[in-house]
């Protein structure tokens, strides 16, 4: 069982990135999945979560109208496209997963570095 996050990289502001949070060993779509991102010397945000079976999507108030979480059941994966970067998105983004909906998360992935410099 597997969750794995990419997708991150060095972008200029005003860019556009899509992460993805590929699963393996476990069906994605039975499972909300999450974002969050932890800039350095800051806590861990929450800018994301989909629902399981793609039901409706939360976005928190700093990233609404440029995050869009969206899944593709044959690949496995959820993905969120981050448009309009800034450098205040510069940040390690991870995904996790959980089954329940209670937000207590059963996997985790590794984050990705997003970095956003001009």
């Known amino acids: 069982v597997q969750l794995q996050a990419s997708g991150g990289g060095l972008v200029q502001p005003g860019e556009s990135l899509r992460l993805s949070c590929a699963a393996s060993?476990?069906?994605?779509?039975?499972?909300?999945v999450g974002w969050f991102r932890q800039a350095p010397g800051k806590e861990r945000e929450a800018v994301s979560c989909i629902s399981k079976n793609d039901l409706g999507a939360y976005y928190a108030d700093s990233v609404k109208g440029r995050f869009t979480a969206s899944r593709d059941s044959a690949k496995n994966t959820v993905y969120l496209q981050i448009d309009s970067l800034t450098p205040e998105d510069t940040a390690v983004y991870s995904c996790?997963?959980?089954?329940?909906?209670?937000?207590?998360?059963?996997?985790w992935g590794q984050g990705t570095q997003v970095t956003v410099s001009s």
């Open positions: 996790a997963a959980d089954e329940t909906g209670d937000l207590i998360y059963d996997y």
């Open positions: 060993g476990f069906t994605l779509d039975n499972y909300a």
